[in-house]
Nanobody, 127 residues
Framework: QVQLVETGGGLVQAGGSLRLSCLAS????????MGWFRQAPGKEREFVAT????????SYADSVKGRFTISRDNAKNTVYLQMNSLKPEDTAVYYC????????????????????WGQGTQVTVSS
């Protein structure tokens, strides 16, 4: 079955950086778009970034645009989220997700289109 395992979370001061990784297994990684979402206490899960199965298309939430970068290494079955200039409002549990269907021809930003989720990794940004 599909497994997604996130690593790289932690505690960082405002203005700092973290890189999250998500190792996928169970399906042909290179055929599926991948996304990062986050959920802060008392809030709904929100879209952060997505990358197409080929890596050629990326999309970001306005709140992270210019600060976060999503990338993937299909040879390593891994998707990354480089987070720079972190702010206290970035504090949340971050989840990676894989789309239900392969080779999407459009940008996938809604949670319902992702069929598989990791367990999440905590990111805490102190002011």
């Amino acid at each position: 079955q599909v497994q997604l395992v996130e690593t790289g979370g932690g505690l960082v001061q405002a203005g700092g950086s973290l890189r999250l990784s998500c190792l996928a297994s169970g399906r042909t990684f290179s055929s599926y778009s991948m996304g990062w979402f986050r959920q802060a206490p008392g809030k709904e899960r929100e879209f952060v970034a997505t990358i197409s199965w080929s890596g050629g298309t990326k999309s970001y939430a306005d709140s992270v645009k210019g600060r976060f970068t999503i990338s993937r290494d299909n040879a390593k079955n891994t998707v990354y989220l480089q987070m720079n200039s972190l702010k206290p409002e970035d504090t949340a549990v971050y989840y990676c997700a894989q789309t239900r269907v392969p080779r999407n021809t459009y940008v996938v930003v809604t949670p319902k289109e992702y069929g598989y989720w990791g367990q999440g990794t905590q990111v805490t940004v102190s002011s």
